[in-house]
C-alpha cells in the first residue's frame, strides 16, 4: 500500500465516521512518510485550511507516543464549530482537549522575519479559548503512535472556537486555571503551563517548523496550541465544557 492509498483510507474513515483498520506497512513509515501521508489526505480531503493544530507539546505526551518532540496537523473548514453545537460521536471522535487558539494577523514569518515570541506575538490578531476535539480515524492499535497520529492529521477532529481573550498580550496564559467540565462536573483541572511553558510558544514552534519546509503560517490561520488539562472523553448525550479563569467558557455538546 503507498502513500496516496494509506490517504485515501484515512480520508474515506474521516468522511464516513467509521475507523479503518489498514495494517501497519513494512518497512514501518518514519515521521516524514508520516508528514507525506497527512499532506496528500488533506489535499484528497477537499476542505479548505484554517490552520493547524499542535500535539503532543509536554514530555508526558510525547512519551505515551513514543516520540521525543510535538506534532502538528492540519485543521479544516469541514471540522469548524461554535461553541454550544452539536457533534455527532463516532468511533474516530475520542476526547475533548481545552486549549488556547491564536488567530493570525499576518503571515509569520515575513521575508527575512526572525522568529522569536516578541515577533510572533506581534503577527497575531487575537486569542480565543477553545476546545480541540480529537480523535483517530486509524483503529488499528499499531498506529497509536506518533507516527500514526501524525498521518491521521495530528489526531484532529473537530475545532470549537470559544470566546476572545481581551487584552490577551497581557494575561497570564500559562498560570490562568482551566476546568474541563462534563455535564457541569469538573473532571480535570489544569493551566497553560503544559503548552510548551506557555502557549505562545507552541506558536513559535509551528512557526519554525513550517519554515524548515519553506512556509509559513499566514494571515487568518488558527492554531489550537496545544491541551491544557488531560483529555475527557466524548460521550454521546454529554456536552464537555471548559472554563479559563475569568476568559468564559466554551463548550461542545456529542451528539
Known sequence: MNKSEMAAKIVAARKSGEQTMMAWPQPAPT??????????AFAQLGSPSVGWKVGA???AAQEGFAIDSPFYGPMAQAGVLNSGDDLAKTPCVGAVEPEYAFKMARDFPANGEAITVESAKAAVADVHIAIEVIGRCIGNPDYANGVGVTMDFGGNAAFVIGP??????????????VETMLDGEVKQTGNGQPVMGDPVNSVVWLAQQLATKGQCLKAGDWISTGTCTAVVPAEAGKTVS?????FGEVSVNFV
Open 242 to 246: 471548559a472554563k479559563f479563569g475569568d
Open 57 to 59: 507539546t509536554n514530555a
Open 164 to 177: 476572545q481573550v481581551k487584552d490577551w498580550a497581557n494575561q497570564d496564559l500559562a498560570n490562568t486555571v
Open 31 to 40: 515521521r516524514d512518510d508520516a508528514m507525506d501521508i497527512q499532506g496528500e
